[in-house]
């Protein structure tokens, strides 16, 4: 089981990631592979849509990089891997909360000659949160190369200016437009990224500010990924109008800004507490609706 350590904490805070070599067991990442065929499909174990489906089979491009948000709530299978509590102390440990809920978790299935996906802060597309601030652990389902359209990370930028939201962040023709504005906002000359190779089940936590993005998929193989984007567990809702999400807000209770486990699951606290509904859905014991 992963441990953090204060070494991987002190890198994580002067480089805004670190590369973890294994983070998930064979099983898993096979278990997962098992799984995107159905859920990229459209068949969903639990009966409920996820939160967010960026790429249906006949509708979009088949050379744009598939995204799902929240696979989780449409399959028990992937709710057994991504909502581990162990995942939840790494991001805690990293990002120096008392705790971890995920916001989301996303499915991410770049094919042979799939497009890029955009230069971008994370956590500029969170600020229906406060704090908006998160810790992501990304998790490789094959392994990963340079030239097949990997997560590259721009060192250190995690400590930039807050950006906003970029102007395309699925298929650019140009993945490091908006990265270029930062850099030279930050009049930082020039930029290098970091390409992530690790074979499958391993992965990296990144930070919610660091730039990131991927290249195009130059090889015959597919890169997937799955992700658990993960705030602290004392997170409310955003109370600032202007700040509401189309997706995620509608979560929210009317007079309240504290967060439902059932919607944003905690996944371990540093007393021990995790959601008490997580192992048993997770085990297929309990659905949703009851």
Not at 142 to 159: I, K, N, P, Q, R
Not at 161 to 168: A, N, Y
Not at 259 to 287: C, H, K, N, V
Request: with cysteine; charged share 25%.
């Amino acid at each position: 089981m992963l441990k953090i350590t204060e070494e991987q904490v002190a890198e994580y805070r002067e480089n805004g990631y670190i590369i973890v070599d294994k983070i998930i067991e064979r099983h898993e990442v096979d278990l997962l592979l098992s799984r995107f065929d159905k859920i990229f499909y459209g068949e969903y174990e639990t009966g409920l849509d996820p939160d967010e489906v960026n790429w249906k089979h006949g509708r979009d491009d088949e050379k744009l990089t598939r995204q799902i948000c929240n696979g989780w709530k449409a399959d028990r299978y992937v709710a057994s891997v991504i909502l581990q509590a162990f995942i939840g102390e790494a991001c805690a440990r990293l990002g120096g909360w008392p705790g971890t809920r995920i916001t989301q978790d996303n499915l991410l299935w770049k094919p042979p000659g799939g497009r890029p996906i955009g230069f971008h802060q994370d956590s500029s597309y969170e600020e229906f949160i406060v704090p908006n601030d998160w810790v992501s652990c990304w998790i490789a389902l094959d392994d990963t190369t340079a030239t097949g359209g990997t997560v590259e990370y721009v060192t250190g930028s995690h400590l930039w200016h807050k950006s906003g939201k970029i102007k395309q962040f699925h298929g650019p023709s140009d993945p490091h437009e908006d990265l270029r504005i930062a850099v030279e906002r930050m009049k930082k000359g020039d930029f290098d990224t970091e390409k992530v190779e690790v074979q499958a089940g391993g992965g990296t936590f990144h930070s919610g500010w660091i730039w990131h993005g991927s290249d195009v998929n130059k090889t015959d193989v597919p890169r997937r990924t799955i992700v658990a984007h993960c705030m602290s567990s004392e997170s409310m809702f955003n109370p600032n109008p202007l700040s509401v999400n189309r997706t995620y807000s509608r979560y929210k209770k009317f007079g309240r800004l504290d967060m439902e486990e059932t919607d944003f699951p905690i996944l371990w606290t540093q007393d021990g507490y995790a959601s008490p509904f997580i192992e048993p859905y997770s085990a297929r014991q309990l659905g949703w609706a009851e």
